[in-house]
């Protein structure tokens, strides 16, 4: 393994950093908010998902809820697009260890969360904030009398709305893109709902 020049692991942190939701969301409508209905998610985002997907895991988490909807299309920052399914998370935090690794051409990119952090908890009003995936689940599980695993068999036991406050463990999934979203913050707020403390690491072939 070798280092690149500072200025490259750079350029690669501060990308990742952006898809995984680091930016700062007011809830306003964007310009974005005018096309039609057809056009590709996610509307008003101030990046493009790159095509090589995140592969995220966590060993502990707490929601209030997870929705499902299927047959949503994105558009990738190479031009193209994908059908693929769109998560949405209220009130979602890291209990115990969350790891992101993107494997692109030329690099891999790992944020390590090992212990609590929050992909959209509550902002420092109490606040409740949203976070939405888009990508496939391939694996989530919940505790109710036993344990239930599988994003479809929850979809089949629950509906279409999982309730996930008594905690979710064993997450997985390949994730194009994260946003964490404050819907009720106002325009001269300063709070950031992405809280991943840990480390990142890029390496080279």
């Given amino acids: 393994m070798t280092r690149r020049p500072p200025s490259k692991p750079l350029a690669v942190t501060t990308a990742l950093l952006l898809a995984v939701a680091t930016a700062f969301w007011s809830g306003q409508p964007s310009s974005a908010a005018g096309r039609t209905a057809a056009a590709p998610e996610p509307l008003g985002v ?20 997870m929705t499902v909807d299927r047959n949503v299309t994105i558009r ?9 399914t769109q998560y949405t998370f209220t009130k979602l935090k890291i209990r115990s260890h969350m790891n992101v690794t993107q494997r692109a051409p030329g690099h891999t990119v790992t944020i390590d969360v090992p212990n609590e952090g929050s992909l959209g908890g509550y902002d420092s009003a109490g606040k409740p904030e949203t976070t939405t995936m888009w990508g496939n689940i391939t694996n989530v599980c ?13 979809l089949d036991f ?11 463990e064993d997450f997985v999934g390949d994730i194009y893109a994260i946003r964490t979203v ?12 992405v809280h991943l403390p840990g480390t990142i690491t890029v390496t080279v072939p």
């Fill in 182 to 193: 404050d819907d009720h913050a106002a325009l001269d707020s300063t709070d950031n709902p």
């Fill in 76 to 84: 990738l920052s190479d031009g193209t697009t994908r059908t693929t």
């Fill in 142 to 154: 919940v505790r109710v009398l036993v344990k239930i695993c599988g994003v479809q068999g929850l």
């Fill in 46 to 65: 101030p990046f493009l998902p790159a095509p090589d997907p995140l592969h995220v895991t966590i060993a502990s988490m707490v929601a209030v809820s």
């Fill in 158 to 168: 629950f509906g279409s709305l999982i309730p996930l406050t008594a905690g979710a």
